[in-house]
């Protein structure tokens, strides 16, 4: 299975940062990634697909960029309901799989 | 704007066998071109994906449950189920099901249900 790796695990960051959010994975997937939100209690939310393009709907301050074992989620101008956990999925191989997600707290 | 939703047992005992059903509405299941998935989150865990039916009765599963799981889709009543044979409490979680696109190779989840937790206990 490719192994998802997603640092830091945890962030914290205040109202209008800038904060970027990265995803390894154990081999390479091309731009087979996508990016999901997800709030406590909650379902996931996705926020990105192949890589670097925005689901419609999704806010303009998320972008996400990478190719090949490396992948960035950007968000600029952080708003109060950006604060949740993020997560990583591959589509290239099956079983598809996740990264261990990625908590943004409140500083 | 298509919506789904889980239901089935919340508590399932050792050994038995659990059983989940997601209902589509606002959209027909037989659409081509969609993978009727399911996922799920173990307690403060990341995600697990489980595998997909397709409209046509095709499915694909993750191969470490693979042993132990049955998909099935019934287009009459759009909806689509899961059974999970031999339950321990390892397969305690939170089941969500989801509506899979694909590009290429790219299979990306939108949107999902709100998610239902299954405990196995005695």
């Known amino acids: 299975d490719i192994q998802m790796t997603q640092s830091p695990s945890s962030l914290s960051a205040s109202v209008g940062d800038r904060v970027t959010i990265t995803c390894r994975a154990s081999?390479?997937?091309?731009?087979?990634l996508n990016w999901y939100q997800q709030k406590p209690g909650k379902a996931p939310k996705l926020l990105i697909f192949a890589a670097s393009s925005l689901q419609s709907g999704v806010p303009s301050r998320f972008s996400g960029s990478g190719s090949g074992t490396d992948f960035t989620l950007t968000i600029n101008s952080l708003q109060p309901e950006d604060f949740a956990i993020y997560h990583c999925q591959q589509s290239y191989t099956m079983p598809y799989t996740f990264g261990q997600g990625t908590k943004l707290e409140i500083k | 704007q298509v919506q789904l939703q889980e239901s089935g047992p919340g508590l399932v005992r050792p050994s038995q066998t659990l059983s989940l059903t997601c209902t589509v509405s606002?959209?027909?299941?037989?659409?081509?071109?969609?993978?009727w998935s399911w996922i799920r989150q173990h307690p403060g865990k990341g995600l697990e994906w489980i595998g997909y039916?397709?409209?046509?009765?095709?499915?694909q599963y993750n191969p470490s449950l693979k042993s132990r799981l049955t998909m099935s889709i019934d287009t009459s009543k759009n909806h689509f189920s899961l059974r999970l044979y031999s339950v321990t409490a390892a397969d305690t979680a939170v089941y969500y099901c989801a509506r899979g696109s694909a590009i290429g190779l790219n299979n990306w989840f939108d949107p999902w249900g709100q998610g239902t937790l299954v405990t196995v206990s005695s």
């Open positions: 039916v397709y409209f046509s009765g095709s499915t």
């Open positions: 081999q390479s997937i091309s731009i087979y």
């Open positions: 606002g959209g027909s299941i037989s659409s081509g071109g969609y993978y």
